[in-house]
Each structure stands twice: as structure tokens, then as C-alpha cells.
T-cell receptor
């Protein structure tokens, strides 16, 4: 069965420090991987995706993510955190064998302290 | 980027009334729309998937007679919560996408439903 794990409920980081939000997945075949961000009382906003190619993908607002096939991970990173990055982050995976069902992780709340 | 519009953003109504939530894809034709429910500090719970012109596929445990979904066109899907009760109070989010593509789903801003 497909699954996505975000092992940390919450990540705390000081402004200006690098941040990492972890995601591991279990899916057959070669998955499509996504990161979304959710601000309070809003829907999810797309940040970035991995489809194929370079393992390091760059997305919106300075975020990037590294795909590691052997570790089945897709961690979200940013070199220098901003207070405005504080939000709820979701990792998502979709298999590429057909269909359109996307599995979302439980979410990780990021707090960036000034 | 693609825009999905969801209305209303906030609804407060009495127990027993029915509430309709609209989800529109404004700048692309969505073959597939999804409806999610989100409880406080929790992840998204997929309620149903609807493809344009066909019946929605409901997830296990979701009452199809309670949560009526219509996807009459490639740009519009509606969720109607029938005879709503306080336990139906939640944050409902719609999402739209193109089937069999590698493009991400695009989300509406959600509807906060409060049943008194």
C-alpha cells in the first residue's frame, strides 16, 4: 500500500538558520512527489515537485527538495528560514502507473522564531 | 499558476439546513476534482473524487447521501452537505487536477463550516 510519512509533527528553527522538513514514502514504481504549504484558514499551495531527472528540485519561496531513491525520501529544505515560512507543510506522493490518487502525509508544522 | 476558487469561505447555519459549497477551476479544465475534510491540526481526509460527467467515488466511511457531489462541467464541482449537524462542522477543501498528468493538484482556499 502507498504511504507517506512525515516523522516530525513540528520543527522549530531560528530565523536565518537552515531548515529541513522530512518526508519518506512507500509506493510502487517511480512516484511523483510534491510539497505543499498551508497557511491558517487557507487551502494548500503547491511548492515544488519531483517527476524525473535531477534529484535536487527548486521551488517557490526559496524552497528546494532532495529526492533520494535509495532512502525513499524527499526532504524539504531551505538555506535560510524566514519567520513568514511558519506554516503547515505537507508531503504528497502519487504513483505514475495511472490513476490520480495522491497520498498526503500528516503534515509538519514549522515554527520559525525571530 | 492555476487558480481554484472555492465559495463560500465561511458558513454558519442552523442544524438541519443544507449547505452547498462551490469549487471552480478558473484557468484550466479540471478532469478530476477532489473534496477533502480537515480537522483542527490534522491532515487532509479525502472524502471523494469526482470526474467530470460521472458519479463521484466516495472513500470508505463517507456517506454519499450526506455529502452530495456534482461535477457537471470541467470547471465546476459542488459539495452539498445535506441536513447538516454540528458534527459536520469542519474545514472543507476542494482540489482540481488533470487526470493522468504529472501536474500537481491545485487547491481552493477552503470553506469553514460551522453548524449551530
Amino acid at each position: 500500500a502507498q504511504s507517506v510519512a512525515q516523522p516530525e509533527d513540528q520543527v522549530n528553527v531560528a530565523e536565518g538558520n537552515p531548515l529541513t522538513v522530512k518526508c519518506t514514502y512507500s509506493v510502487s514504481g517511480n512516484p511523483y512527489l510534491f510539497w505543499y504549504v498551508q497557511y491558517p484558514n487557507r487551502g494548500l499551495q503547491f511548492l515544488l515537485k519531483y517527476i524525473t531527472g535531477d534529484n535536487l528540485v527548486k521551488g517557490s519561496y526559496g524552497f528546494e527538495a532532495e529526492f533520494n531513491k535509495s532512502q525513499t525520501s524527499f526532504h524539504l529544505k531551505k538555506p535560510s528560514a524566514l519567520v513568514s515560512d511558519s506554516a503547515l507543510y505537507f508531503c504528497a506522493v502519487r504513483d505514475n502507473t495511472g490513476g490520480f490518487k495522491t497520498i498526503f502525509g500528516a503534515g509538519t508544522r514549522l515554527f520559525v522564531k525571530a | 499558476g492555476a487558480v481554484v476558487s472555492q465559495h463560500p469561505s465561511w458558513v454558519i447555519c442552523k442544524s438541519g439546513t443544507s449547505v452547498k459549497i462551490e469549487c471552480r477551476s478558473l484557468d484550466f479544465q479540471a478532469t478530476t476534482m477532489f473534496w477533502y475534510r480537515q480537522f483542527p491540526k490534522q491532515s487532509l481526509m479525502l472524502m471523494a473524487t469526482s470526474n467530470e460527467g460521472s458519479k463521484a467515488t466516495y472513500e470508505q466511511g463517507v456517506e454519499k447521501d450526506k455529502f452530495l457531489i456534482n461535477h457537471a462541467s470541467l470547471t465546476l464541482s459542488t459539495l452539498t452537505v445535506t441536513s447538516a449537524h454540528p458534527e459536520d462542522s469542519s474545514f472543507y477543501i476542494c482540489s482540481a487536477g488533470i487526470r493522468d498528468s504529472n501536474q500537481p493538484q491545485h487547491f481552493g482556499d477552503g470553506t469553514r463550516l460551522s453548524i449551530l
